[in-house]
């Protein structure tokens, strides 16, 4: 999704991601909850967490997850380089709300781009990356492969991947089937209603067009190209690219935490992988 999209969709959006928004906060301090337990679990499964630990959010939107994890590791006696990387520069700089209300003091930086373009812009240093808020529903899943092998190349041996997801499409089939019509959710000022249309599906690259609506006015916000992932083809994605995998099942419509350990070495390039397949 480019830029203009993403910056009119989330800010007419009901989804928090702002400090000041007592919802954020509270997805904040449940990632640092999180994170810190899982941290200190991967450390015992053979994990690297070396004294300074370099720290990659990608996609990172205001930077909760990458600031989430930067205190856990504080929690854990870490120091922390924090790299941020979003298309939305308006957004990143948010982060330092995020560390100084957290009291964490992770130095921080932060590249707005196209986190596809990861490998090309940043060096290979990266101990632990991030991927969390559902963001894979963004990245279709010839778009999903190509990220996840991108985001491979920048990490030590020992690295770890995180991805937080929900897992939409069980959601959406227990449910009866992807919604012609629903709520997205009530914008976060009181103004109006957010509203998502099925715009239809691309069944070659797997992304459902969703048209977003403000009411009352019916003024169009943004079309997006999104992907309802099961939790377990994204894992199988992940397995290609590392050699260790975990899964920590959530509640439904709660996110699901995958942890996979060690890149491999030797897998396909994102420029291998291609854009997509060609229709016959």
């Known amino acids: 999704m480019d830029v203009e999209r ?8 009901p989804w928090p991601e702002d400090p000041r928004d007592p919802r954020a ?13 899982l941290l200190a679990r991967l450390e015992e499964i053979g994990a ?23 205190c856990a590791l504080e929690r854990l006696g870490r120091r922390v380089e924090l790299h941020l990387l979003d298309l939305r520069a308006s957004r990143l700089r948010l982060v330092d709300e995020w560390l100084r ?22 060096r290979p240093v990266y101990h632990l990356v991030l991927v969390t808020g559902s963001t894979m529903t963004h990245f279709a899943p010839w778009d999903a492969a190509r990220l996840i092998a991108a985001l491979s190349r920048l990490q030590e041996p020992r690295g770890a991947l995180i991805i937080t997801q929900r897992d ?4 959406y089939l227990m449910r009866g089937g992807y919604p ?19 715009g239809g599906y691309d069944p070659v690259r797997g992304s459902i067009r969703t048209i977003y609506y ?5 003024e169009h916000i943004a079309t997006t190209e999104l992907h309802p992932w099961f939790v377990s083809s994204l894992a199988t994605l992940a397995n290609i690219f590392y050699r260790r995998v975990y899964v920590e099942p959530a509640p ?18 994102p420029e291998e992988l291609g854009e997509g397949p060609t229709r016959l």
């Open 101 to 122: 209300a957290a009291g964490c003091h992770a130095p921080w930086s932060a590249v707005a781009a196209d986190a596809l373009q990861a490998h090309r812009l940043l």
């Open 214 to 218: 403000r009411l009352p006015g019916g």
């Open 48 to 70: 690297e967490l070396p004294r300074l630990v370099r720290v990659l959010d990608a996609a990172a939107g205001t930077g909760v997850g990458g600031a989430a994890a930067a």
């Open 252 to 269: 439904p419509n709660a996110e699901t935490i995958i942890a996979a350990l060690e890149p491999r070495r030797g897998t396909p390039s």
């Open 168 to 171: 939409n499409a069980a959601w």
């Open 6 to 13: 993403l910056e009119a969709l989330y800010s007419a959006g």
């Open 180 to 198: 012609e019509l629903s709520v997205a959710g009530v914008e976060p000022r009181g103004n109006g209603v957010l509203v998502a249309v099925h």
């Open 25 to 37: 906060a509270r997805r904040f301090h449940a990632y640092v909850e999180a994170l810190t337990r």
